[in-house]
């Protein structure tokens, strides 16, 4: 049964920085691109940015240059590095197998004040 556990989102003031994070079980991470996806109230969940399995990394255009993403695989966790944050950033976070699209997560919000 696959599991994925966001955490380390928080209220942080335009310009600042976070770091989230997602720990997984029931599958085989080395195998699997992962990504991380946002959802704003109102708004369709959005993919932000994904990483495969060779490390190889895409990013949506509005975050190039302020989002890092990446993955431990000896932990089963991939990361989203998040600096110079915009009020627009403000959403729920979640990440997921690449290809899955369902049973997401609990997601971690992200509220960045301006």
């Known amino acids: 049964q696959v599991q994925l556990v966001e955490s380390g989102g928080g209220l942080v003031q335009a310009g600042g920085s976070l770091r989230l994070s997602c720990t997984t079980s029931?599958?085989?991470?080395?195998?699997?691109?992962m990504a991380w996806y946002r959802q704003a109230p109102g708004k369709e969940r959005q993919l932000v940015a994904a990483?495969?399995?060779?490390?190889?990394?895409n990013y949506v255009e509005s975050v190039k240059g302020r989002f890092i993403i990446s993955r431990d695989n000896d932990k089963n966790t991939v990361y989203l590095q998040m600096n110079s944050l915009k009020a627009e950033d403000t959403a729920k976070y979640y990440c997921?197998?690449?290809?899955?699209?369902?049973?997401w997560g609990q997601g971690t919000q992200v509220t960045v004040s301006s």
């Open positions: 990483i495969t399995t060779r490390g190889r990394t």
């Open positions: 997921n197998i690449e290809a899955r699209k369902s049973g």
């Open positions: 029931g599958f085989i991470f080395t195998l699997n691109d």
